[in-house]
T-cell receptor
Framework: DAKTTQPNSMESNEEEPVHLPCNHS???????IHWYRQLPSQGPEYVIHGLTSNVNNRMASLAIAEDRKSSTLILHRATLRDAAVYYCILRDGYSGGGADGLTFGKGTHLIIQP | NAGVTQTPKFQVLKTGQSMTLQCAQDMNHEYMSWYRQDPGMGLRLIHYSVGAGITDQGEVPNGYNVSRSTTEDFPLRLLSAAPSQTSVYFC????????????FGPGTRLTVT
């Protein structure tokens, strides 16, 4: 799986939008961009994923650059519960449904100030 | 649905002891995997399975054994525990039909003294 680069940490205020960046300059045409987050003392949980177009779900939005070399996870209105480590992960779309696991980096530690 | 469950939540072992970490899922997922997470690090893949009777090694398999006799269960065995295996262990499951979404258990915190 191709490598991603994320800032070590970011800080934001409660009830404000948060933009979490991810660089993936070596992404291939079949790589999907996945985001997971890990709340303190819990297992990771799926947030969102996309290939080329921007994606929205109840948790977040994913904005993908036109050249796909970077993406941004957007939390529209952060709450204290969103404080977590956020991981940006690339997965080859032909890898077979995630059978062989995910490659995690260190992610971005998001701190939310009340 | 309980999702992915792991037992025990916490375990302390002495060097050289053996034990089995249990993982079960009730979503009828074909794929299951084990990860370890050391402090301040991301998760690393230990072993994975694409179905009952089929397992394969991940990034850090040494010191661990797995087997998969049923779709639901995927136990991880430490044959002779070492302090380097002190970590938090997560089990995950997924399916070709879950959009590659992986579902993780709550983890087992293991300390080897």
């Amino acid at each position: 799986d191709a490598k991603t680069t994320q800032p070590n940490s970011m800080e934001s205020n409660e009830e404000e939008p948060v933009h979490l960046p991810c660089n993936h300059s070596t992404i291939s045409g079949t790589d999907y961009i996945h985001w997971y987050r890990q709340l303190p003392s819990q297992g990771p949980e799926y947030v969102i994923h996309g290939l080329t177009s921007n994606v929205n779900n109840r948790m977040a939005s994913l904005a993908i650059a036109e050249d796909r070399k970077s993406s941004t996870l957007i939390l529209h209105r952060a709450t204290l519960r969103d404080a977590a480590v956020y991981y940006c992960i690339l997965r080859d779309g032909y890898s077979g449904g995630g059978a062989d696991g995910l490659t995690f980096g260190k992610g971005t530690h998001l701190i939310i100030q009340p | 649905n309980a999702g992915v469950t792991q037992t025990p939540k916490f375990q302390v072992l002495k060097t050289g002891q053996s034990m089995t970490l249990q993982c079960a899922q009730d979503m009828n997922h074909e794929y299951m995997s084990w990860y370890r997470q050391d402090p301040g690090m991301g998760l690393r893949l230990i072993h994975y399975s694409v179905g009952a009777g089929i397992t394969d090694q991940g990034e850090v398999p040494n010191g661990y054994n797995v087997s998969r006799s049923t779709t639901e269960d995927f136990p991880l065995r430490l044959l002779s525990a070492a302090p380097s295996q002190t970590s938090v262990y997560f089990c995950a499951s997924s399916s070709p039909f879950s959009g590659e979404t992986q579902y993780f258990g709550p983890g087992t915190r293991l300390t080897v003294t």
